[in-house]
């Protein structure tokens, strides 16, 4: 199956005055709501005849990035970046898609009676905002997006709009990041302050490992950093995609004794199992927004929480509706009901969706890949 798209249907000039007012009423642009709404299958466009990161496999697809809560398998067409499908095949291979069409940011495809085009959201590689429009109304669906700067992804930018969508993972004033630059000190400290020991960092295997990397590069760590099976192919896909990200050395097979005293990432699931208990002395770290939340890092065992988040935090969800400008509000998996009431006392049209099938992204398994039974996932080395 091909993405189609035709012409928007004109309308011939009315002979008599008396259909003026019947032409201005067709000609004033539709209210979003519709022509978008919230199915089972997720949100869904009527003219263009196609869902938005639908959370089951549908005819048609326009997916806004690669975590597996957003990118199901086996739709019969999927509409992405051409990052954003090649993290889909690599994770699910043949089920990636019937057709993968790409669109890269700042191109346009029409699809039916709407024009796609995607914009940068920040949140991991290739990960976009769908920006639709169908005649004269456009909006804007962030997918999952953050507003730090990230040196492995294009920058979040606000694209003006008649309603913009917006997530809320961490819609509650309680969580605001610290700097990222600082949490990746505290790691830097803590090794120089343990030496000997191995410091293990729990970090999600699409987007997190890979900024964390990043990160410790930018802070002038130039050591080998120990990596998880689980994390390799994402890894390599990084760099095939020009994301540098220094020398990395396979933690399976090495030996106890090689790694003390370095810093090894590995998928959340692995830090608490035997998997980690063969490191020398190991501190377990975390990194996450969630750590934010003392009781979430004690829960989990870890010793040295890393409040590093993908995902805007209060204060920039906020900045982002202001950015945005979009008189109207969608609010969607996360701490909706805060933001919505916000939204309204500053004078914005708010409402939440309460679209299903949006998990946390701390649900991932430890090939980064999110529970998929229809997708075979290869077990931790």
């Not at 639908?54 to 509409?79: C, F, I, K, S, Y």
């Not at 914005?348 to 430890?366: C, K, V």
């Amino acid at each position: 199956m091909k993405w189609w798209g035709f012409k928007k249907a004109g309308f011939e000039k009315a002979a008599g005055s008396s259909h003026i007012d019947g032409m201005a009423q067709l000609s004033r642009p539709p209210h979003p709501d519709t022509w978008l709404e919230v199915r089972p299958s997720g949100l869904y466009c009527i003219p263009g005849d196609f869902y938005v990161d639908p959370a089951r496999p549908v005819e048609r697809a326009v997916v806004t990035h690669g975590h597996a809560d957003h990118a199901r398998p086996n739709n019969a067409a999927v509409l992405a970046t051409p990052e954003t499908l090649a993290i889909m095949r690599s994770r699910y291979r043949e089920a990636a898609g019937g057709s993968l069409e790409p669109l890269p940011y700042g191109e346009t495809r029409s699809v039916g009676e709407v024009c796609v085009s995607f914009a940068p959201a920040g949140h991991v590689l290739g990960s976009a905002q769908a920006v639709l429009e169908y005649r004269g109304s456009r909006i804007v669906i962030s997918g999952d997006y953050k507003r730090r700067e990230d040196p492995t992804c294009r920058a979040f930018e606000p694209v003006p709009c008649d309603v913009f969508v917006t997530e809320a993972t961490f819609g509650l004033p309680v969580f605001r990041h610290p700097p990222t630059d600082d949490e990746i000190a505290k790691l830097l400290d803590s090794r120089r302050l343990f030496p000997e020991r191995t410091h293990v960092v729990g970090a999600y295997a699409l987007g997190k490992a890979q900024r964390v990397i990043a990160l410790l590069r930018r802070a002038g760590y130039d050591r080998p950093i120990w990596i998880h099976g689980a994390l390799q192919q994402l890894c390599d896909l990084y760099r095939d995609h020009g994301v540098e990200l220094g020398e990395l050395r396979p933690a399976t097979a090495a030996d106890k004794q090689e790694m003390a005293g370095e810093i090894v990432l590995a998928p959340p699931s692995a830090i608490a199992d035997r998997w980690a208990r063969r490191l020398s002395d190991p501190v377990t770290c975390m990194a996450s927004g969630w750590m934010r939340v003392r009781q979430r890092a004690k829960q989990r065992g870890v010793e040295l929480p890393l409040i590093v988040s993908d995902h805007a935090d209060w204060d920039e969800l906020i900045q982002t509706l202001s950015d945005v400008g979009a008189p109207e509000v969608w609010v969607t998996h996360g701490s909706e009901e805060a933001l919505v009431h916000y939204a309204g006392q500053q004078g914005f049209r708010a409402r939440a969706l309460s679209l299903i099938g949006r998990g946390e992204e701390e649900q991932e398994t430890g090939s980064g890949v999110k529970s998929e039974p229809a997708v075979p996932v290869e077990s931790e080395p």
